[in-house]
């Protein structure tokens, strides 16, 4: 049987669930979770979107064919167009300016996370590079589908975090998570099982660093 993208989150799946259905996540869909909480994630999340541009840099970097050079320069776009920009109008709304986020310590969850990847992409092909970002591009996308499938979700303005809902709900990054699933089947479909095993340990280990993740954000650690 060919290996696909589902057998990965298949063989960690209490990792994943862990990741997707995490209490920032909840907290986040009913609106209950902490401003705080969500400023010191959103802040960090600035610093990590600036490390995974730079990942997806070097999947440019590692892409052989102009199909695949094209898909990481639009992963690299959406998070320069799309996603930081919400971050920094956020961040303006609270009072926090571009020049205190460019300033900002990284905090420990955010170093782990994102060398982790870059350092999973220098040292092995686009494949390894790719598994390491996929809890990022496939979860967000899952993490918005599991929160409109809930009862508790609250959307529209009595939801301060509708905006980041609506982000990760929409058709371009619903449709980037699609690519990445299809990329990775088609990859997948001619590895080895030793092959697989080490790509499954990148998933396993990146899953894990997401749920890292949303504990920095949840307890505000650095
Ligand atoms: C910790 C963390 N994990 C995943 C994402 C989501 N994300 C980051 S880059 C990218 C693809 C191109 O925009 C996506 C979906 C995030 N923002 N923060």
Known sequence: MPYRF???KKN???EWRAYIEHSFVQQLG???LAPEAFQ???KQDYLFLIQFARAFALAAYKSPTLSDLRQAKEG???IMDVELDLHISYCKEWGISEE???NLPEARATLAYTRYVLDTGN???LLDLHVALSPCMVGYGEIANWLNSRRETVRGKNNPYDAWIAMYESDEFQDAMRAEILWLDERLADVSPSRFDQLNRIFSDATRLEIDFWEMGLKQSD
Do not use: V
């Open 6 to 8: 589902e057998d990965l």
């Open 12 to 14: 960690c799946q209490t």
């Open 30 to 32: 009913d609106a209950s």
């Open 40 to 42: 010191h994630y959103l």
């Open 76 to 78: 690299l776009q959406a």
């Open 100 to 102: 205190e986020l460019a």
């Open 123 to 125: 040292r092995g092909d």
